[in-house]
């Protein structure tokens, strides 16, 4: 099984800073890697997929990048709707498996 | 438009059984995969397994192989996750999702099991 470890744990920022987010693979995903976002009472909503595309109604101001083993989701400039919690999720291994999750809490 | 609705929130007992639905509309059932995530209290987000609803074919994380069955029934649209014996520490929220080679666009909006005496 692919473990997805994510950093950091907590991130706390201001509205209109940059927010970066790493998730590293224990083993190699390709470009396999897809982001979620999820707020309090709700379910996840997908962000990115295969490590740099948007999905659907996705703001550009959210980014992804990377490949095999390290990736990256950034917010460009946190809108107040962005204080969240993020996961990995990689299907490069037919046993999906998602990261412990990212807080970006306001600072 | 795709929509999952989940079946409403459970309160069972230790040692009980239950199995909770996932309907799918607004696509062709049969040609997406069911995911089944769990989420503990205040934890993050684990992958259960999945169903292929055109055959009723199954994969499971081992992490949850043998603790839980996950089903289908093709002619109702809907996906099912099921359990023999529940422990208090099956206390979460169960999502389901469509599962799109692994990306889950479309997600149910969650069930809630409480497990207590």
């Known amino acids: 099984e692919i473990v997805l470890t994510q950093s950091p744990a907590t991130l706390s920022l201001s509205p209109g800073e940059r927010a970066t987010l790493s998730c590293r693979a224990s083993q190699s995903v390709s470009s396999y890697l897809a982001w979620y976002q999820q707020k309090p009472g709700q379910a996840p909503r997908l962000l990115i997929y295969d490590a740099s595309n948007r999905a659907t109604g996705i703001p550009a101001r959210f980014s992804g990048s990377g490949s095999g083993t390290d990736f990256t989701l950034t917010i460009s400039s946190l809108e107040p709707e962005d204080f969240a919690v993020y996961y990995c999720q990689q299907r490069g291994n037919w046993r999906w498996t998602f990261g412990q999750g990212t807080k970006v809490e306001i600072k | 438009e795709v929509q999952l609705v989940q079946s409403g929130a459970e309160v069972k007992k230790p040692g009980e059984s239950l199995k909770i639905s996932c309907k799918g509309s607004g696509y062709s059932f049969t040609s997406y995969w069911i995911s089944w995530v769990r989420q503990m209290p205040g934890k993050g987000l684990e992958w259960m397994g999945r169903?292929?609803?055109?055959?009723?074919?199954?994969n499971y994380s081992p992490s949850f192989q043998g603790h839980v069955t996950i089903s289908a029934d093709k002619s109702i649209s809907t996906a099912y996750l099921q359990w023999s014996s529940l422990k208090a520490s099956d206390t979460a929220i169960y999502y389901c999702a469509r599962d799109s080679s692994g990306l889950f666009y479309y997600w149910g909006q969650g069930n809630l099991v409480t497990v207590s005496s």
């Open positions: 169903i292929d609803p055109s055959d009723s074919y199954t």
